[in-house]
């Protein structure tokens, strides 16, 4: 399974690099224990990208790569939630309700990665992985390439 992951110039160098998620948490992870952040298509990708930007200028934007990565084919390498399997908070709680969320899988990744809805269009998912997995040093870097924006996505 090929999935997608937007890096702001300098950081695209190492595009799993955790050290972000792991300094600031998210929405599914404390501070202090990184996770990949990643989208199931490149426009998902860039949706969640321009959601959690300050509210700066597109001229202000840092340069945005896109990387293509390629996860292990491996049956139960991704465990997927539906939204009607998540607590009725997953989209509006505070942090440490989300954050608690995935709290076993955050300690003891029994897979490599959990697939778990986008908050902008829960029809479409982020796919979460975990670098204690051992499947993590597997992952490939199939390609990677600067992402122009649009002028219109200015509006």
């Not at 990643?38 to 930007?53: G, Y």
């Amino acid at each position: 399974m090929d999935v997608y992951r937007i890096n702001k110039e300098p950081y695209h160098t190492d595009p799993c690099s955790v050290i972000g998620s792991a300094r600031y948490g998210g929405r599914w992870n404390p501070q202090g224990l990184g996770i990949l952040y990643t989208s199931r298509s490149p426009e998902l990708s860039l949706l969640e990208t321009i959601v959690h930007l300050p509210p700066i200028s597109l001229a202000e934007i840092p340069r945005l790569w896109l990387s293509r990565l390629r996860l292990p084919e491996k049956p139960e390498g991704i465990f997927w939630m539906k939204p009607s399997e998540l607590p009725d908070y997953w989209k509006t709680g505070t942090l440490a309700e989300t954050r608690s969320i995935l709290s076993e899988w955050l300690l003891d990744p029994f897979c490599l990665g959990v697939a778990v809805p986008s908050v902008i269009i829960e029809q479409s998912y982020n796919i979460l992985l975990h670098p204690a997995h051992s499947d993590f040093e597997e992952i490939e870097l199939i390609s990677q390439e600067i992402i122009p924006l649009d002028p219109r996505l200015a509006k």
